[in-house]
Each structure stands twice: as C-alpha cells, then as structure tokens.
C-alpha cells in the first residue's frame, strides 16, 4: 500500500532546481544582464561568452525577450548592480561562480575584461577576497570531478 522505501525521483535538470527558482524574475534578469556586459568588454561580442549567457539564461528559465530584461534598454548597468547587491548572500556565491566561469570562456581574459570583473564585483557588494575564495573552489571541485 505505502511504499515508505522508494526513494524519491530528483530533479535531474537544473531548470527543476528549487534553488535557482529561488531568484526573481529582477535579479535574474539583472544576474544575466552583467553577463551580457561580459559578452561585450573587448569591445565587440564575444560569441562563446554569448552562448555561455544564453545557457544561463535558459537555465534560469529567464525569456530574454521577456519584460524583466526590456526594462535594461532604459537602465544602466548601475540599476542591475543595485539589485544583485540585494541578493542574499548566500546566492551571491552562486553569482560568482557565474562571473568566474564567463571570464574564462575563450581562454586567457584581457585586461577589460579583469577590469570590468572588478567593476561589478564591487558594484554588487562582493568581495574580492569572498570572490577569489568560491571561484577557487568550485575550480578544485571541478578538477576532481574530471
């Protein structure tokens, strides 16, 4: 009748993630938004950095046609900062990791795109130090998982 053992079925996609579904429609799209600013330091696109963005996007299940992503073409880069800013911090790490993993999308990062990390790092009430710390991590988890 009540099978108590049967282990529950996981979410195998990242879509189904209650954590990411934790996140507004806002800092979603203000989250995606300073990836597009990534997409676009060296001066033009940079189309890897670009399908990077889209991925998260999608994983964030974010439409960037969408109202929450309209709203940039009369705000700042500032305003999005604003938001993240406001992200608990607990999430910001994932943001990070987010940041950390674009800018080595397309091999070594140039100058703007260091200075540019810097920029929204700061903007968004993150520390440098708290920055460094997540992205090393998750770079050593990820060389073990290999």
Known sequence: MFNFFKKKEKAKDLEKNAFLNDFTEEQKAAMVYSLML???ANGSYDEKKLN?????????NL?????????????NADYAYSIIKRIPEEKKGWYSVLLGSILGIGGKPTEKELT?????V?????SEKDFHDVNTKTQALMKNIK
């Open 52 to 60: 990077y963005t889209m991925q998260q996007a999608k994983l964030l």
């Open 122 to 126: 700061e903007q968004c009430g993150i």
């Open 63 to 75: 439409n960037l046609e969408g109202k929450a992503m309209a709203i940039y073409q009369e705000k």
């Open 38 to 40: 990534m997409t676009g």
């Open 116 to 120: 540019l990390i810097a920029r929204i």
